[in-house]
């Protein structure tokens, strides 16, 4: 199987604090992962895009030092979101694509909760 | 105009019905196609993974392609109420080793499946 896992589930934190998610592939190499958000009833929505050992590729209209990626290694990638205001609340998705292949694992996601 | 346009539901049939599921897009430069299951507060998987036009078969589950048409859809035969989630298609123009491909999701139909 292709398993993505993400730490934490599910996190509630105060206005101005900083949040780190782990994206983890627990039994495959990943060159490739993506970080998306999802709002209540709605899609998912591309983020970045991050390569192990380079710089992330942000989406327009995502702040780069807002919500800071780093893609350590092959099966690691966090994202943190720094200074999390309220309007950050939503559902972080993490994906992850195997080495040599086409297709996207998903992470079961983090449920963030800013107050 | 959304790239993917993708009717949200709510979709309710009764168990053991023939399910159809749609997206229409845009973008002609798409060529790969994904559906995805999300169950609430889950991340997506992946069920159905096919390339330019045609149909794809994987147990209950059939995915068309009509790239003529800007159309694909997913059919889902003898319904199950563990069937009940939603529903998400994803599309890319294009897949690599090395690039950063994107996915283009709809923004999903939610579906249940009444015992």
Redesign the interface.
């Known amino acids: 199987g292709a398993v ?1 896992s ?1 730490h934490p589930s599910r996190v509630i934190c105060k206005s101005g604090t900083s949040v780190k998610i782990e994206c983890r592939s627990l039994d495959f190499q990943a ?2 992962m ?1 970080w998306y958000r999802q709002f209540p ?4 929505m ?1 983020m970045a ?1 991050s ?1 192990e050992g380079s710089k992330a ?1 942000y989406e327009q209209g995502v702040e780069k030092d807002k919500f800071l990626i780093n893609h350590a290694s092959l099966t690691l990638s966090t994202l943190t979101v720094t200074s999390a205001h309220p309007e950050d609340s939503s ?1 972080y ?1 993490c ?1 992850a ?1 195997r ?2 292949t ?8 983090t ?1 963030l909760t800013v107050l | 105009q959304k790239e993917v346009e ?1 009717d ?1 539901g709510p979709l309710s049939v009764p168990e053991g019905a023939i399910v159809s599921l749609n997206c229409t897009y845009s973008n002609s430069a798409f060529q ?1 196609f ?1 559906w ?1 299951r999300q169950y609430s ?6 069920l159905m ?1 096919t390339y330019s036009s045609g149909n794809k078969e994987d147990g209950r589950f059939t995915a068309q392609v009509d790239k003529s048409s800007k159309y694909i859809s997913l059919f889902i035969r003898d319904s199950q109420p563990s069937d009940s989630a939603t529903y ?1 298609c994803a599309m890319s123009s294009s ?1 690599s ?1 090395f690039g ?4 283009t ?4 139909t ?1 579906l249940t499946i009444i015992p």
């Open positions: 993505v993400q060159t490739t993506f009833k709605q899609s998912l591309l895009t390569n590729t559902f998705i994906s694509r080495a040599g086409d297709t996207q694992y998903f992470g079961p996601g449920r | 993708q949200p790969y994904m995805y507060r889950k991340g997506p998987e992946l993974y998400l897949l080793n950063n491909e994107k996915l999701f709809g923004t999903g939610r």
